[in-house]
């Protein structure tokens, strides 16, 4: 007997079928695909994610995620569609398969995920319960790099951007970053939601670039071109604060600051207006999943292995 699933791009998914469709993968498609586990969250659901390899000694790695903020709906689902494309359609993307591993985790922060199918759908942060009766850090203001330095909230009662207690103070972003120290990836992509950006680090000032941000830019306007070619969208490149703002503690702050990602960068895909906003209809999840897909291959192929 196959095993089999209920997800498609048609339609947003709750986190059981996300996660059965990455069991299905591992157990239909195992060359390529096997499950792990970062740890658990706060609620103790599963911090699951799929390494895609082709089992090649030297290859790079490749980390992409989605869903840190529980709202982002396209941007789980774009890393799921990732998943997809790169495991079901494999034969396509063999020359990048060759040199680079992936490592998708499109639900990084499950419990705010559930929650804002079954309770409150503009909910962001995770379910950490505080004294006081609020809930919630905000997982992309949490790591460890010049934690709480800017564009942060102190009160755990801001429904946006608590930065949390301390650097790390959450387990979700904790074990995450613990399983990206021990994989050491040079490429890093997190998927956000929305406004059509490539997001180059560092946002936790206005002024500080990464040394090598003008290669990180010239990399970044391959994926750009890439992700026009897939429907005619512009989606604008530059540095974070310069494009929506400083803000400290992000992932991708940390990913390249410290965990030495050398591309890392946040992309913030459709749509590209508050009228829409986090909304996406599920009619566009397919094309802003390609896109996201098509600026990932991008990068991954200026990737070169030793
Ligand atoms: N935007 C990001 C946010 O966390 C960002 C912008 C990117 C901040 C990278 C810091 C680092 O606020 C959304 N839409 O969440
Ligand atoms: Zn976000």
Redesign the pocket.
């Known amino acids: 007997f196959r095993s089999s699933h209920n997800m498609d791009w048609t339609s947003y998914h709750r986190l059981a079928d996300i996660q059965n469709y990455m069991d299905y993968l591992a157990k239909t498609f195992p060359s390529v695909a096997s499950v792990g586990s970062a740890g658990k969250t706060i609620e103790g659901r599963d911090l699951r994610y799929l390494k895609i390899s082709s089992g090649k000694k030297n290859a790079k790695k490749f980390w992409v995620d989605g869903g840190i903020?529980a709202r982002?709906w396209a941007a789980t689902a774009s890393a799921a569609y990732v998943m997809k494309e790169l495991v079901e359609n494999r034969s396509k993307y063999a020359n990048v398969l060759n040199k680079v591993d992936f490592y998708v985790m499109p639900v990084m922060n499950p419990d705010g995920y559930e929650y804002s199918h079954t309770n409150e759908r503009m909910w962001?942060k995770n379910r950490r319960k505080h004294s006081s009766g609020c809930v919630g850090a905000?997982l992309?203001?949490n790591w460890g790099y010049h934690w709480g330095e800017s564009?942060v909230s102190k009160n755990p009662c801001d429904p946006q951007?608590y930065a949390g207690a301390k650097a790390f103070s959450e387990p979700e972003s904790q074990s995450i970053a613990n399983l990206i120290t021990s994989l050491k990836p040079e490429g890093y992509i997190?998927f956000?939601?929305?406004?059509q950006y490539i997001?180059i680090?560092f946002?936790f000032d206005t002024v500080t670039k990464p040394k090598d941000f003008n290669e990180l830019r010239r990399v970044a306007l391959k994926a750009q071109a890439a992700m026009k070619a897939v429907a005619g969208e512009t989606y604008q490149v530059g540095h974070?604060p310069t494009l929506?703002?400083a803000?400290?503690?992000?992932?991708?702050?940390w990913a390249k600051g410290v965990a030495g990602a050398k591309y890392a960068y946040?992309f913030?895909l459709r749509p590209n207006n508050d009228r829409v906003g986090f909304a996406l209809p599920a009619r566009l999840i397919t094309v802003a999943a390609q896109e996201a897909l098509a600026g990932v291959l991008a990068v991954a192929g200026e990737m070169r292995v030793n």
Not at 192 to 195: K, L
């Open positions: 903020h982002e962001r905000d992309n203001r564009g951007i997190s956000h939601t929305y406004g997001l680090p946002a974070t929506v703002g803000a400290a503690g992000g992932s991708d702050d946040t913030e």
